[in-house]
């Protein structure tokens, strides 16, 4: 069945870097539309970034243009979103998700914390 | 700017239903026609319900069904049980994979 896992989150200064994994089984990845979803603490699910099955197409929300990068590995069934210039506000729980027809989450990952404290 | 809004707050009763609502603003109606339903239970991973206003995914509950009317979509609930207590989101999207969220619906089982 499908299973998305992710990694890589923590603790992480203002201002600093981290860069958030998730490993992928269970369907032909390489074929999917995959996005990354955050949902801060007592806060609603906020949308962050999409990338096309090929990477070719990617589009991220305006609160992280500019600082995160979406990326994917196909020979490693993997998927990544590298933050920078990471904020207070970047806080939250995130999440991966597979598409079905490219925009709707058909299935998600448990999430991995990210905290951003000084 | 796209935005769906949904009630902070509902409740229902064990065999009883329960109705969510999601409402497009009028600048961004078309929305509406491509609503889909988010559980997120605490300690679970969020969960596809209803795609696409009216569609569920296979393995999913006959008991979540969608439904839309003018710039409203809802999500009901029928029979409610006492473990589908959690928050409901609405979501859509634009022409260009961008995907929008409303701000959740706490759901009380009493």
């Known amino acids: 069945q499908v299973q998305l896992v992710e990694s890589g989150g923590g603790v992480a200064q203002p201002g600093t870097s981290l860069r958030l994994s998730c490993a992928a089984s269970g369907f032909s990845f390489r074929t999917y539309t995959m996005h990354w979803v955050r949902q801060a603490p007592g806060q609603g699910l906020e949308w962050v970034a999409v990338t096309s099955y090929d990477g070719r197409y990617i589009a991220y929300a305006d609160s992280v243009n500019g600082r995160f990068t979406i990326s994917r590995d196909n020979s490693e069934d993997t998927l990544y979103l590298q933050m920078n210039s990471l904020r207070l506000e970047d806080t939250a729980v995130y999440y991966c998700a597979k598409a079905k027809y490219e925009k709707v989450l058909a299935h998600w990952g448990q999430g991995t914390l990210v905290t951003v404290s000084s | 700017h796209s935005a769906l809004t949904q009630p902070a707050s509902v409740s229902g009763s064990p065999g009883q239903p329960v109705t969510i609502s999601c409402t497009a603003t009028i600048s961004d109606s078309n929305s509406v026609y491509y609503i889909s339903w988010y559980q997120r239970r605490p300690g679970k991973a969020p969960k596809l319900l209803v795609f696409?206003?009216?569609n569920r995914p296979s393995g999913v509950s006959d008991r979540f069904s969608g439904s839309k009317s003018d710039n409203t979509a809802s999500l009901t609930i029928s029979p409610l049980q006492t473990e589908d207590e959690g928050d409901y989101y609405c979501?859509?999207?634009?022409?260009?994979?961008?995907?929008?969220f409303g701000g959740g619906t706490r759901l009380t089982v009493l």
């Open positions: 979501g859509s999207y634009t022409g260009n994979s961008v995907v929008f």
């Open positions: 696409d206003v009216n």
